[in-house]
């Protein structure tokens, strides 16, 4: 039988995880092909965790060929072809943005040397925990032989959500839906651009003509569904953001659809005027494992002002870090 695929997740004891692992162990990023999981906790939730891997023995996935767990990154990422990291420290009470940074930057400059001592050479980096984009930076950062193409920060949540918007409001079907991009953070800042995505084939922001609906409603709707989410179930996003988190790493490993392209936040090699070295939302397609930002896109004046304001919050977030010595 193949030699299983060994992905790490991060956090397995938290609310994504809960979502996450099940479906990884079902098989829906590997097509059902073997997978083995290397789950990493904090010390104290590493009972929770046990918990969690009880269920996964009683379901007994066909395509689940192992799992690990603890708390030491150095022997959790040992060897993995595909490292999740979800578990972050999110925002507690009175705690500032500066602590925010520093406790994550904490979590994710372990990782990166962790990812950095003994990964596998074909490793690749998913950051799901935020704040995200600024977490893949740091970790990458801290890693100097993992090449910077292998991390990236999740923004395929908020394209799907991008996509359920418009699939809603033009009546037609998500898989009518493509080109779809978020440019930029994740964060409210973020930028889900309706000009470049299509309906049917044909060009999405033509097909709503209601440029109102589009500043109004749609963007702020994508950007702010996780807070909307939060206040309908009175908990977070977790089994959309796992499923997402899927997405985006089946597509890594396995190649995007043809002509079409999805949304992921990588290093900027300086496209589409966004500074060298951010971990920034592009349009990409990927293939075998690599990704390219889709070149030569237009980028009207509206857009312009809306992905200069989310790059200039990555900038600020970047400079922030910079100044905590993280990176
Ligand atoms: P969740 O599993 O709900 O979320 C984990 C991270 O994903 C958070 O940073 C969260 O950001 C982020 N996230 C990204 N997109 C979404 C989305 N759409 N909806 C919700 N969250 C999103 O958090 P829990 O607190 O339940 O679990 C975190 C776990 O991580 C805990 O078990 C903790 O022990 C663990 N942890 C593990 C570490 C490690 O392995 N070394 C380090 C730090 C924590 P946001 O905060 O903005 O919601």
Not at 88 to 105: K, T
Not at 213 to 239: H, L, Q
Request: glycine content about 10%; hydrophobic content about 45%.
């Amino acid at each position: 039988s193949p030699t299983p695929l060994k992905v790490a997740v991060t956090g397995a004891a938290g609310q994504i995880g809960y979502s996450l692992l099940f479906r990884l162990a079902s098989g829906a990023l590997t097509g059902g092909a073997p997978i083995e999981l290397r789950l990493l906790e904090i010390t104290p939730a590493l009972k929770a965790l046990e918990g969690v891997v009880m269920e996964l023995d009683d379901c007994a996935f066909p395509s689940l060929a192992g799992v690990e767990i603890g708390d030491d990154p150095e022997k959790i990422f040992d060897g993995v072809n595909l490292a999740l990291l979800v578990g972050a420290r999110p925002r507690g009470p009175g705690m500032e943005r500066g602590d925010l940074l520093s406790a994550n930057g904490a979590i994710f400059t372990a990782q990166g040397k962790a990812l950095n001592k003994v990964a596998a050479d074909d490793v690749r980096i998913g950051v799901t925990g935020n704040p995200a984009n600024t977490n893949a930076l740091i970790a990458a950062s801290n890693a100097p032989d993992i090449p910077k193409e292998r991390f990236s920060a999740l923004t395929r949540l908020d394209h799907n959500r991008a996509i359920s918007q418009l699939a809603a409001k033009t009546g037609a079907a998500v898989t009518d839906i493509t080109h779809m991009t978020i440019w930029g953070n994740h964060s409210a800042t973020q930028y889900p651009d309706l000009f470049h995505a299509q309906v049917g084939g044909r060009n999405a922001a033509e097909v709503v003509n209601d440029q109102e609906w589009v500043e109004s409603y749609f963007i702020p709707t994508v950007a702010k569904r996780g807070a909307a989410i939060i206040e309908a179930r009175g908990s977070s996003s977790a089994a959309s953001a796992a499923s997402a988190t899927i997405d985006a790493a089946r597509d890594w490993l396995y190649g995007s659809a043809e002509n079409d392209w999805v949304s992921m936040a990588v290093v900027s090699d300086g496209s589409y005027g966004v500074p060298e070295g951010l971990v920034s939302s592009f349009p990409v397609t990927t293939k075998d494992g690599d990704w390219s930002i889709v070149q030569g896109l237009e980028i009207d004046e509206f857009s312009r002002g809306r992905i200069d304001a989310s790059v200039a919050e990555l900038e600020d977030e970047r400079n922030a870090v910079q100044e905590l010595g993280l990176i």
